[in-house]
């Protein structure tokens, strides 16, 4: 971000242009062959590790967010971003924090993680399920979760018995 401001009552921020092709974009034509997937996989995977590292959940991993330029494979838009707890897993907060707060439930939904649906705190494990939908995406051609509506999109994505693992 280069700039902050505000011109007539709105506020507006200026940031780098980054010149290439969405993940998003890319998808469109169909699942990526495995040479080119894996070319994706590692830039993604280090991105995530950084900015886990650097104490920030991004919450909003998904193709579009994921840019394709000459220079490589960018991870973009960290308007959902936020500081991440000291350590990955459950916080007091995250266990007794209401389901119904209003404004806790943030992300794209076909790669939010079930605690993100549930108005639970995200930590790093939320963009590491975000990024494990990208993933079957990018080998399949289709999105991992699906839903007629917000409500049936709920329902596909279950609640895992044992908590998934931090992969870095």
């Not at 963009?127 to 409500?151: C, H, P, R, S």
Request: glycine residues 8%.
């Amino acid at each position: 971000v280069y700039e902050v401001g505000e011109s007539e009552g709105l506020k507006y921020y200026a940031m780098r242009f980054v010149e290439g092709k969405s993940l998003y974009e890319l998808l469109r034509d169909g699942p990526l062959d495995n040479r080119r997937a894996a070319t994706y996989l590692e830039p993604v995977c280090r991105a995530i590790h950084a900015i886990h590292e650097h104490g920030v959940l991004h919450r909003d991993i998904k193709p579009h967010n994921i840019m394709i330029t000459r220079d490589g494979v960018k991870v973009l838009d960290f308007g959902l971003a936020k500081s991440a707890p000291a350590t990955p897993g459950p916080t007091d907060a995250t266990l007794t924090k209401a389901l119904t707060t209003e404004g806790t439930v943030l992300g794209t939904p076909q790669y939010m993680a079930p605690e993100q649906f549930e108005g639970r705190e995200a930590d790093a494990r939320s963009d590491i399920w975000a990024f494990g939908a990208v993933l079957y995406e990018m080998m399949t051609g289709q999105k991992a979760f699906q839903g007629k509506n917000y409500a049936s999109l709920v329902g596909a994505v279950e609640p895992l018995e044992q908590p998934y693992a931090v992969l870095f």
